[in-house]
């Protein structure tokens, strides 16, 4: 029992002092978000009782290095042809999304990369990055720097879009 009451006050805690805890986000604004710890907010769905869908903003256990108490812009979720639930690939590869949205550009290059593939390579050339990807059967090494789509150069070069974390 005092466990309950310690963690609902920490929560309690949380919110007052101005922390961005994913559980108290909207779910209109959970996707793209980091929270104070640096962790990514992530939206689940569950079924309901009478067969509907709900959702509801989780914090994921993946963990961003250099940005936190972060929710994505709508400029910047348009700029990459993203919505809050699905990706449009060609976006993501625009100037106007990888060098003014450095959240996304971080959350994708680290999706790319898992996958063994080097998201500038295969913005430029998107059948010759699989391709090496596939032949070998391993992971593609990545070059020791993002380069152009790093979050530092794409805050330092902003373009058509200036995406900065929204507050709450």
Do not use: H
């Not at 976006?91 to 996958?115: G, T």
């Amino acid at each position: 029992m005092a466990f309950i009451a310690f963690l609902a006050l920490s929560l309690l805690l949380n919110g007052a002092l101005g922390e961005l805890v994913c559980e108290q986000l909207p779910v209109d604004l959970c996707s793209y978000s980091i929270a104070t710890s640096g962790k990514r907010c992530l939206l689940e769905n569950y079924a309901t009782k009478d067969g509907g869908v709900k959702y509801q903003c989780k914090t994921s256990e993946v963990v961003v290095d250099k940005l936190n108490e972060w929710i994505e812009i709508d400029e910047c979720i348009t700029a990459c042809g993203l919505s809050r639930n699905t990706v449009v690939f060609t976006k993501l590869c625009s100037k106007s999304c990888s060098q003014a949205c450095p959240n996304i550009v971080d959350l994708y290059s680290n999706l790319a990369l898992a996958e063994g593939v080097y998201l500038p390579n295969l913005c430029a050339s998107p059948r010759r990055a699989m391709y090496q990807t596939r032949s070998n059967g391993d992971a593609a090494p990545a070059p020791a720097s993002v380069g152009a789509l790093s979050p530092e150069s794409a805050i330092s070069g902003a373009a058509d879009v200036a995406c900065a974390p929204t507050s709450i």
